[in-house]
């Protein structure tokens, strides 16, 4: 997030600094015209669809006609211009990096149905609920050893089918399991081990779906 806000603040500074340059190259160039105002054409050529009220000043004022704006102005116009390139790589990589993150930590839905698929996420607890659904949730958790033995899951469904899929992120290791209905399912883990998981919660054509996967001991016997 850092690195995206940044670039964004870096490429907004650059872009006006060209435009204010562009503005004080525009009025000192065409101050020393005769019959031409200034601030007309600084207007035209800000606000008139750059490049194009540029093209259109650069026609109206002749090809052949000689430059009146000094040495400093036509540099800084150059130099604004030429760090907007940069401005953009770097906000472009910012905004893969936010990406990057969030699929690291957010929730998404792969292709398929939902209708009204809401989550809540809390510390020892993910609850999802939907009207209809079918397709993939998932998002990652930090599971401590503790954690692991005492996942386990609680669900309501009309009709259709929820598997809970577990991944061990950067290790080929994954568990796989059908969410019983109205029953609490505890979960076998024994390959899974304590890191980063990745939860995948996959709903198949199933409706009025509640489900809580909870790694909280209390919340267990709560409900037992």
Known sequence: MT?????LIVLIATVASFIISLAIWAYTD???????????????????????????YILARGANSQSHISNKYSKMLIVTFVLIFPALFFIFVGSFHLNWASQEEGFFRRPGYFHTLRHDVGEQEWVLSAVRANGMAYR????????LDNL???????EGEVILRLRQINYDVSESFIISDELITTIDVTRIEPG???????FS?????????????????ERE
């Open 205 to 221: 054509e199933a409706s009025n779906i509640d489900l809580t996967i909870n790694w909280a001991e209390n919340n267990h016997r």
């Open 3 to 7: 690195v995206f806000i940044t670039s």
């Open 30 to 56: 065409a101050k020393f015209y005769e019959k031409t105002s200034p601030v007309l054409w600084v207007i035209i050529i800000i606000f008139g669809c750059f490049p194009i009220g540029l093209i259109i």
């Open 196 to 202: 980063m998981i990745r939860k995948y919660v996959i």
């Open 152 to 158: 386990y899951t609680f669900l309501r469904i009309y």
């Open 140 to 147: 990652n958790f930090y599971l401590t050893q503790y954690d």
